[in-house]
Structures are given as structure tokens and as C-alpha cells.
């Protein structure tokens, strides 16, 4: 009796807490694995759209511009910081929505409180990490004076610059991560799995694609918003970077600066994210 007292004291059984957070560290490992492929194959994209948010232009009169300011080269500008800020602020995402559906799984709260829940923790994650954000959004909006223009707005102001458009961030991360997980997270227990791996592929890339979509579209204001308070000049409020993008674009311009360019690179990234997240889920559920 006093051997299996032992054993049992030795080896606990699982819980609930233990066991969402294997599945937070399962689920944040594949988002991260699956961003670091997409941060070196999507970054020339992801490069148009904050200039486009920053300035206001069309994708082609961006690109141009861009492609002007250095080649090919420019597209990537902020590559190293992005290599680093992607699969975290993604192992956050993904940890935050894995670790908190598995915990409250057995709970009868639905699926779009559950996913509140973890929109909530991923938008704090996000603060934590801004001033990598910081540095990649405005080596790609300024190119090259980028990391001058970020060192005398430290200078004038201090490191607290670093998180300039943290609010609207953690904003529009938590906007946008709980429309695109309730979609995903509704549509991945509603639609049946294939019967064959390649069409498993396929579910999973359109659940990601309609995910994408539907998450831009609600958050893109926040972004024009995060981004031009980000790589300004100068200091400035967010008051006053809403007065600046209206006097330019209007309020059209304040709400769909970018959105067009979002949506294709979002819904490929989504795509690809959510084949490659599903992707790994499964191999690391395989092993354990």
C-alpha cells in the first residue's frame, strides 16, 4: 500500500490546467513554426501594405515607389526583426487560443466567449513586444532612414516611443485574432474532416482564407492607425493621427487604406497558416 501511495504521489494524474497548457506549448510551437515560413515568402507584401497604410496609395503606385527606393531589396527591409517578431507574436496568438479552448472545453460557455477569452490574453502578448514590431514596421515604411528616424524620435522622447500604437495594436490584434478564431474555431467543428490528407489540405486552407477576410475587415482602421502613430516623424497622439489620415484620405481612407492589399496578403497567409498550423498540430499530437 505504501509502494502505490508512492507511485501515485510520483505520478500525478493530469489535469485540466496541465493539460491546456500542453496544448498552449503544442499549439504555440506549430503557430511560430508556420510563421517563420510565411515571414520569408510573404514579407514583400506585408512591406507594401504598411507603406500603403503609412501613405495612402494604391498597391501598384506603392510598389513602384517602393521598387524604386532599392529593387527587390526594399521589399524586405525589416526582415531580420520581422524573422523574430513573426513566429513569437504568432506562438502567442496560437498559444493564447489552443491553451484556453483546451482548458474551458469541457465548460458550456460557447465558442465565441472561449475565444474572447484568449483574443484578450493575445492582445497583451502583443504589448509585450512592441518595440520589435516598432523597428520592423518602420524599417519597411522608411527603408533604410528607418532606424535613424527611430533613433531621434528616442532621442526627443525617450524609449517609451518604442511603443507608440501599442493601444491600437493590442487593439487590432484582439479585434482581429477573435473574429478570425471564432471563424476558424466555428468552421473547423462544423465542417466535417476528409477522408484523404489532400483534402484535409483544402478544408483547412479555405477555413483559413475565409478567416482572413473576415478578420481585416473588421480591424483595418486600428492598423492605419498603429502604423502611421508608429513610423511619424514626430511624437503624435492618436487624436491626431486620426485628424491627419482624414485630412488626407478622408474617412474612407482612414478605414480602407491598405484593406485591398490586406485582404490578398492575409488571405494567403491564412491559407497557408492555417494548412501549416493544422499541419503541425497533428505531427506534435502524434508524437505525445
Not at 460557447?110 to 502578448?125: D, M
Not at 482602421?221 to 497622439?237: C, N
Request: glycine share 10%.
Amino acid at each position: 500500500m505504501g509502494i502505490e501511495d508512492k507511485n501515485s504521489s510520483n505520478s500525478p494524474l493530469p489535469t485540466p490546467l496541465r493539460a491546456a497548457l500542453e496544448k498552449a506549448v503544442q499549439g504555440g510551437k506549430s503557430g511560430a513554426m508556420a510563421m517563420t515560413i510565411q515571414c520569408c515568402t510573404m514579407m514583400w507584401i506585408r512591406t507594401t501594405m504598411n507603406y500603403q497604410y503609412r501613405y495612402g496609395t494604391t498597391t501598384t503606385q506603392a510598389m513602384r515607389t517602393l521598387y524604386q527606393q532599392g529593387g527587390i531589396r526594399r521589399f524586405y527591409r525589416g526582415l531580420a526583426p520581422a524573422l523574430f517578431q513573426g513566429p513569437i507574436s504568432r506562438f502567442g496568438d496560437t498559444a493564447a487560443n489552443a491553451g484556453v479552448n483546451a482548458y474551458l472545453k469541457d465548460s458550456d460557455l460557447p465558442v465565441a466567449l472561449r475565444t474572447f477569452c484568449a483574443s484578450t490574453a493575445a492582445g497583451g502578448w502583443r504589448i509585450m513586444i512592441m518595440p520589435i514590431d516598432c523597428l520592423k514596421t518602420t524599417l519597411q515604411v522608411e527603408g533604410r532612414d528607418g532606424v535613424a528616424l527611430l533613433g531621434k524620435k528616442i532621442k526627443a522622447r525617450g524609449p517609451f516611443v518604442l511603443w507608440h500604437g501599442a493601444l491600437a495594436a493590442a487593439s487590432a490584434t484582439a479585434v482581429g485574432h477573435f473574429p478570425w478564431f471564432v471563424t476558424f474555431n466555428y468552421l473547423q467543428e462544423t465542417i466535417p474532416l476528409a477522408e484523404s490528407t489532400v483534402g484535409n489540405f483544402g478544408r483547412n486552407a479555405g477555413i483559413g482564407f475565409c478567416s482572413s477576410v473576415v478578420s481585416d475587415t473588421i480591424s483595418n482602421s486600428l492598423r492605419v492607425i498603429k502604423t502611421t502613430r508608429q513610423t511619424y516623424s514626430e511624437a503624435v497622439t492618436y487624436p491626431e493621427v486620426v485628424r491627419h489620415v482624414i485630412k488626407e484620405d478622408g474617412v474612407l481612407g482612414l478605414f480602407g487604406r491598405g484593406l485591398k492589399t490586406r485582404l490578398l496578403a492575409n488571405g494567403l497567409q491564412g491559407l497557408v497558416f492555417s494548412v501549416l498550423y493544422k499541419h503541425f498540430m497533428t505531427m506534435y499530437e502524434a508524437k505525445s
